[in-house]
């Protein structure tokens, strides 16, 4: 892949700040611009050499872009994708990073204006903390990342995008926006969601008896609140749904161990080492 002139950012935490660390390593961008709204994170990415330049300008700070790539809470991406459109050059492609894309996708599909593009990226990697200073240049490496093209999409955009995030490390995958939202309800929404009412059922009487199980168990409940709270509102049905079938299994295995089944406990707890061994370590 030619390396770009320009890649502008916006919002430059731990997603953002990893994209920029990957370009700069990898020599895949002579000019990475960080946009925020916080002085304090900007300077932290400059420091830790995710970007180049930053701005708390959007204007400013997309205005030589070649390719935007918008990593702020999925229930800005809409607002900030148009407002990239309006200031970046004419004919720009826009991606993002959001985990959901069906909301997002619908919304800009119709068009940008000056012949601007936009299509849907989720790359599927992050942890709990947040903001630059957790970046990591190979944070994307061996990770899955969907695109979410459209009848609308051009096939120039689509290959920049899968050669960019391949370049990043990245597995690419193609997929509908409503499958996406589907999918990862279950593998990605819902673990945060059982995570956090396991770890909100706690007391403080009990932290002192606290093993690695429920450590890891519930590390992802420390994810930020404005991250999280966006993409159940945004993907609510598919999460609902996915919470439904994992209830249906909690009750199963509530009954079996009420009534000391130890068949149909042995038949669910085979069943989850069986899926959990298959999606390796």
């Known amino acids: ?157 689509y290959d920049l995008l899968e050669q960019f995030w391949i370049h990043l490390g990245s597995i690419v995958l193609r997929m509908a926006a409503e499958e996406h939202d589907r999918v990862v309800a279950l593998t990605s929404h819902m673990p945060h969601v059982v995570a956090a009412a396991l770890a909100a059922s706690l007391s403080e009487d009990t932290f002192r008896l ?9 590390r992802i409940a420390s994810g930020s609140t404005d991250i999280w709270k966006p993409i159940f509102a945004q993907n609510r049905d598919n999460i609902v749904a996915a919470l439904g079938q994992f209830s249906q299994r909690l009750s199963a295995l509530r009954a079996a161990i009420a009534t000391d089944d130890e068949v149909e406990m042995e038949r669910i707890l085979t069943l989850a080492k069986k899926n959990r061994d298959a999606l390796g370590s």
């Open 1 to 157: 892949m030619k390396a770009f002139n320009n890649v502008a950012i916006v919002g430059v935490g731990l997603i953002g700040g990893s994209i920029g660390l990957a370009l700069r390593e990898r020599e895949l961008a002579k000019d990475v611009v960080g946009i925020g709204r916080r002085q304090e994170s900007l300077r932290t990415a400059r420091r830790v050499g995710a970007v180049t330049h930053t701005s708390t300008s959007l204007e400013k700070g997309v205005s030589e872009a070649e390719l935007v790539v918008v990593c702020t809470p999925v229930g800005r991406i809409v607002e900030d994708v148009r407002r990239v459109a309006e200031f970046c050059p004419e004919g720009t492609l826009i991606t993002d990073a959001g985990s959901t894309k069906r909301t997002i996708v619908e919304q800009l599909d119709a068009g940008l204006p000056r012949g601007c593009r936009f299509l849907g990226s989720h790359p599927m990697a992050g942890g709990e903390k947040t903001g630059p200073a957790h970046a990591s240049a190979d944070l994307f490496h061996g990770r899955v990342t969907v695109l979410t093209p459209t009848l609308n999409t051009q096939a120039k955009d």
């Open 210 to 218: 606290v093993g690695t199980g429920l450590m890891d168990m519930t």
